[in-house]
Antibody
Framework: QVQLVESGGGLVKPGGSLRLSCAAS????????MSWVRQAPGKGLDLIAYIGISSDNAIYHADSVKGRFTISRDNAKNSLNLQMNSLRAEDTAIYYC??????????WGQGTLVTVSS | EIVMTQSPATLSVSPGERASLSCRAS??????LAWYQQKPGQAPRLLIYGASTRATGIPARFTGSGSGTEFTLTISSLQSEDFALYYC?????????FGQGTKVEIK
């Protein structure tokens, strides 16, 4: 069955960097649209990054993370990554890896917590 | 950016009763509307897509309706496991956006 497992979260100081990974199984992530959705403590859901399939090269980053975060794939590992630089306190959130199909997030990982604090 | 507004913020319902959750879009999203359920400490789960199609394994008591700018999620007879947060999400325009959520709590 489809599984998404995130890793790489943790505590980081403002201005620091983290790299999140999402291991996909039960399907080929390179043939699927994938995204990262985050949820700040007690808040709602925000799409922050999205990557299309290899044939369309679509990549999207939300304005709130543009220039600081980069979404990418590791085809050999069937995984999705999110490189996060220049982290701010407001980036503190649970980060979910999701598969997107026809605009709908049909599978979600369990999430990984990123805490930005000095 | 399309703004999705959900109402009410909190809905108090007794088990076995019917619940109706509203989602309004700031401009038409056609039928590109999904609903998700989130329980404490868990990831969201897809309930409805295309405004009215139930996702795999979702019970028939969950019904989605609407198009354009007005949408409704109806839970026909609330079970204990249905008390949770519910989010709507549009995918008609970039960036895809979520509503702020409706909490369904036990009355």
């Amino acid at each position: 069955q489809v599984q998404l497992v995130e890793s790489g979260g943790g505590l980081v100081k403002p201005g620091g960097s983290l790299r999140l990974s999402c291991a996909a199984s039960g399907f080929t992530s390179t043939g699927s649209y994938m995204s990262w959705v985050r949820q700040a403590p007690g808040k709602g859901l925000d799409l922050i990054a999205y990557i299309g399939i290899s044939s369309d090269n679509a990549i999207y980053h939300a304005d709130s993370v543009k220039g600081r975060f980069t979404i990418s794939r590791d085809n050999a590992k069937n995984s999705l990554n999110l490189q996060m630089n220049s982290l701010r306190a407001e980036d503190t959130a649970i980060y979910y890896c999701t598969r997107a199909r026809s605009g709908t997030f049909d599978y979600w990982g369990q999430g990984t917590l990123v805490t930005v604090s000095s | 950016e399309i703004v999705m507004t959900q109402s009410p913020a909190t809905l108090s319902v007794s088990p076995g009763e019917r619940a109706s959750l509203s989602c309004r879009a700031s401009q038409s999203v056609g039928s590109k509307l999904a609903w998700y359920q989130q329980k404490p400490g868990q990831a969201p789960r897809l309930l409805i897509y295309g405004a009215s199609t139930r996702a795999t394994g979702i019970p028939a008591r969950f019904t989605g309706s609407g198009s354009g700018t007005e949408f409704t999620l109806t839970i026909s007879s609330l079970q204990s496991e249905d008390f949770a947060l519910y989010y709507c999400q549009q995918s008609n325009n970039w960036p895809w956006t979520f509503g702020q959520g409706t909490k369904v709590e036990i009355k």
